[in-house]
């Protein structure tokens, strides 16, 4: 299988995990140093454990849960231990205040460490209308 496959593969379980309100699985898939900047963030996440720390506030302060996400159009960059990869999704929550859909544009940055996949850098911003 190649590089960019695998890199697809492994965002298609970073995906599925987030889907499944599966954090112990989708944060294993990110080094503890990876950095994450959403637009629902005020501040750069600047660790796993920060990103970790924001979805609890998440699911405390607004009841947050995840009802589904896809992702379309995936784009795959190599760059021989690093790769870039983009993707459309499309994401569905619930929060104290209803349900709500989003269409985002994502990129996530891998670095392949002992033959495995894994992020080091997430990045989320809504798709233009």
């Known amino acids: 299988m190649s590089d960019s496959q695998d890199i697809i593969n492994t965002a298609l379980e970073i995906i599925d995990a987030f889907s499944s309100n599966d954090r112990k699985r989708y944060f294993e898939m990110f080094v503890p140093e990876a ?9 750069l996440l600047d660790s796993r454990a920060a990103y ?4 609890e506030a998440w699911i405390r302060n607004l009841e947050f849960h995840v009802i589904s996400c896809v992702s379309t159009q995936q784009y795959v960059q190599v760059y021989g231990d690093f790769a870039i990869l983009t993707h459309e999704t499309t994401t569905h929550v619930s929060t ?12 996530i940055i891998f670095r392949k460490i002992s033959g495995r996949w894994m992020g080091v850098h997430e990045h989320m911003s809504l798709l233009p209308s």
């Not at 970790?52 to 979805?55: L, Y």
């Open 35 to 43: 950095t994450f900047i959403f637009y629902t963030a005020p501040r």
């Open 52 to 55: 970790e720390a924001e979805w």
């Open 96 to 107: 104290k205040g209803g349900e709500q859909t989003a269409h985002e544009r994502e990129t």
